[in-house]
C-alpha cells in the first residue's frame, strides 16, 4: 500500500500536540514506565531534533533516547511542542521524499506513543485506518498464517504495549508459545495497560 509517511507523521504530531499540555507533565506513562508526559514529549521532539543535526550513532538505542528526554528536561511541554512544531516541517518533508527502507519506523513510532500517551491520559486509542492498513501488512509479515488479529493488536502487541498473556488470547493457529520471541519486536509489557478502543 503506497501512502505519504510525511503526512501520516504530521497528523499524528498534530493530534500528540493537542493532547498534551504543561497541567499534565507529570502525569506517568505505563507503557514507558521510566516517564511522564514530558519525558514522552522531550524524546519525540528529540527525535526530529537529532534527525536534522544528523545526530543519528546510537538510533533507536536507549542511550540516544535518554540523551533526548535529558536535553528536553529544562524546557516545558510548550516550549518542546513549539520546537517539535517549528523544526518538524523538514523531516516530514523527508519522510515524504522518496526512498529510506528504514523511514517507517520514524511514522510507527510516533503512532506508539501517540497510543501511549491517549492511554496515561484516560483517553481510548484511536489511530486512522489509513495508518493501520498501511503498517499492519509491514508487521504481519512472516506471521500472518499463523494468527488472526486486528491491526490495532498487531500495532499495539508488536511494539510491545501488550503482555505475552493478552498476544496469546490473539487467535493463533498454532501453538503461541512457539512463536512468542519472534511476535515481539520490542520487548512485551509486564503488566497490561488495560487500553480502550
Not at 510491545?160 to 503461541?176: F, H, I, L, N
Request: charged share 25%; with cysteine; glycine share 8%.
Amino acid at each position: 500500500m503506497s501512502v505519504d509517511l510525511g503526512v501520516l507523521y504530521r497528523g499524528a504530531r498534530e493530534r500528540v500536540c493537542s493532547l498534551v499540555s504543561d497541567e499534565v507533565a507529570a502525569v506517568a506513562v505505563a507503557a514507558t514506565p521510566a516517564w511522564d508526559v514530558h519525558d514522552v514529549v522531550a524524546h519525540l521532539a528529540g527525535i526530529v531534533e537529532d534527525g536534522i543535526a544528523g545526530n543519528m550513532e546510537g538510533a533507536p538505542g536507549e542511550a540516544w533516547t535518554a540523551a533526548q528526554v535529558e536535553r528536553g528536561r529544562s524546557k516545558s511541554v510548550s516550549e518542546l511542542v513549539t520546537q517539535w512544531t517549528e523544526m518538524a516541517p523538514l523531516m516530514e518533508a523527508a519522510l515524504s521524499s522518496p526512498g529510506g527502507d528504514m523511514r517507517w519506523r520514524a511514522v510507527a513510532d510516533i503512532h506508539t506513543h501517540e497510543c501511549d500517551l491517549r492511554t496515561a491520559l484516560g483517553h481510548p486509542i484511536e489511530l486512522p485506518d489509513e495508518f493501520l492498513a498501511w503498517v499492519q501488512p509491514i508487521l504481519a509479515e512472516g506471521l500472518s498464517e499463523l494468527v488472526d488479529a486486528p491491526a490495532i493488536e498487531w500495532f499495539r502487541g508488536r511494539f510491545g504495549r501488550r503482555t505475552a498473556d493478552e498476544v496469546r488470547a490473539y487467535g493463533w493457529k498454532v501453538d503461541p508459545d512457539v512463536h512468542l520471541d519472534a511476535f515481539f519486536i520490542f520487548g512485551r509489557a509486564e503488566q497490561s495497560l488495560g487500553e480502550r478502543t
